[in-house]
């Protein structure tokens, strides 16, 4: 029994960081389409968005179905409990990024002068990190590497207030632009969530590693060092 439930966790586990590296790829390819205006890569994302969906739904019917057949316990049941919330996540995370490659399909022309304007590049990179760090906290079950994730997380909501206030002034000066101008903005939107899913999956290997559930805690209190 028990080496049939440590086959069923091993292969619940590679298909959590598939779906992750699947996840990765689709951000980072979102990205890359926006600083391009790559309109053929954006619809790559937006394609490609189904087999993210049909790993989502594979990951949770093994989590449900070794629930039922093998009532794990301790350790084992909080793996299975915070995988279900990553695998959650992740699914999120590329909803996002299809969001992202769907405004570059329709602001492919867009006047150069709004596309200098609304520059990502800061943005954008920053979000890749957090994506990229809460991702390496899973596989390596680094749960100081998460909560730096999480003391992250205020740099891409500042970032994405500024577009705001950036597009406020911009529908000022030209409001016949206000429909291009609110897709540029909804692109730092999803930046944003991502970031911000990017840090509930941070929280959620906190949990897996030290069995501590910090999602409604203090920011201080995500980040501070983990104890010896």
């Not at 049909?54 to 350790?75: F, G």
């Not at 867009?110 to 520059?119: C, D, E, K, Q, T």
């Not at 999803?190 to 949990?207: F, G, K, M, Q, S």
Request: charged fraction near 30%; proline fraction near 1%.
């Amino acid at each position: 029994m028990e080496r049939h439930l440590e086959r069923e966790l091993d292969d619940i586990k590679r298909q959590i960081l598939t779906m992750g590296t699947m996840v990765e790829e689709a951000i980072n390819n979102s990205i890359v389409a926006l600083k391009h205006t790559d309109k053929n890569l954006a619809d790559q994302v937006i394609a490609d968005d189904s087999k993210v969906n049909d790993l989502e739904n594979k990951i949770e019917e093994d989590c449900l179905k070794t629930l039922a057949l093998y009532q794990p316990v301790a350790v084992d049941l909080r793996f299975i409990t915070a995988v279900m919330k990553i695998n959650n996540d992740l699914e999120r995370m590329g909803d996002s990024a299809v969001n992202i490659a769907e405004r570059i399909v329709y602001l492919t022309n867009v006047p150069l002068r709004l596309a200098a304007i609304f520059n990502f590049k800061e943005m954008a990179a920053q979000v890749q990190q957090m994506v990229r760090e809460s991702l390496d906290s899973l596989v390596h079950k680094n749960s100081a590497l998460a909560r730096k994730v999480c003391g992250e997380d205020d740099i891409v909501d500042n970032q994405n207030r500024s577009m705001f206030e950036l597009a406020k002034e911009e529908v000022q000066k030209d409001p016949s632009q206000v429909e291009i101008i609110l897709h540029l903005l909804s692109i730092s939107r999803h930046l944003e969530r991502i970031a911000d899913l990017a840090t509930n999956l941070a929280e959620d290997v906190v949990y897996l590693v030290e069995g501590e559930i910090i999602r409604h805690m203090a920011e201080t209190d995500k980040v501070r060092a983990v104890k010896v």
